[in-house]
């Protein structure tokens, strides 16, 4: 973005939260908010069920349990892609952070988030998704 | 910040706590690609969640000192991360005294973590 350009202010309230001038720019600052709240959120859950292993072993199995039900297997996938979202396209703004010449090419970088995040996400949720259909009932 | 494109937030002009937040979130950003990724794929594609049960942990995982500094290093990594990444949004969408009240219960809340986090992993003793 060139110096001096003057830009219109974010609107404020809901359409201030998810419109944003659109285009690539927009979608993957919007995708990093959602996945890193969402991520956040996990990380809460995910300290307090491992703070049971000491505190409450019979209850972290309990809740295990339903990590490994085929709707916690679902949620478990969405997390896995949240995850893996973000932290492609963290690297993506890293590598413009750090040089910022390539930002001319943050067309290019986000395609090669998405062409990573399917290559390497969908045999991801298979392995992880697979025991719904294997498992016996 | 209007003026700015928002497609990330940009690095802040002055030295200060602005900027060491900004690269801190920058430098836990390449850790965590490495740790949370690997965690990530440790936990539920080399093991299944269902076999990792409290007693799995506390047996085999937490059996290793090695493994519970990593553990404990990337406890301490993603709650710097995400909690600077929280006070980010808060800061976006909430101005004046309720930004002040919701960012001083998010530190109570990062606290609180680091201390159940921090207590399960360092205390339970090895097997």
Partial sequence: MARGTTLPAPRRGIRGAIAYRGGEGMLAWAFHRISGIAVWAFVILHVIDIYLVGGNPAAYNELLQIYASPPGRVMETLLGAALFYHALNGMRIVVMDLWPALTAYHRQLWRIVWITFFALGLPGAYIILKPIWELPK | ?127
């Avoid at chain 2, 802040?12 to 850790?31: D, I, K, M, N």
């Avoid at chain 2, 301490?76 to 995400?82: D, G, K, P, Q, R």
């Avoid at chain 2, 009240?101 to 992993?121: H, K, M």
């Fill in chain 2, 1 to 127: 910040m209007s003026g700015q494109p928002r497609s990330r937030q940009p690095r802040p002009a002055s030295q200060g706590r602005e900027l060491t937040f900004w690269l801190l979130t920058r430098y836990s950003a390449v850790a965590l690609f490495v740790l949370a990724l690997a965690h990530f794929s440790m936990t539920h594609f080399i093991f299944d969640p269902a076999e990792q049960t409290a007693e799995w942990i506390t047996q085999m995982r937490w059996n290793s000192l090695a493994l519970r500094i990593l553990d404990w290093s990337m406890l301490i990594i993603v709650l710097t991360h995400s909690f600077l990444g929280m006070r980010t949004v808060i800061m976006d969408y909430l101005k004046g005294t309720t930004q002040g009240v919701v960012l001083a219960l998010l530190w109570i809340l990062a606290a609180i973590l680091v201390v159940l986090g921090s207590n399960v992993v360092l205390t339970l003793p090895m097997q």
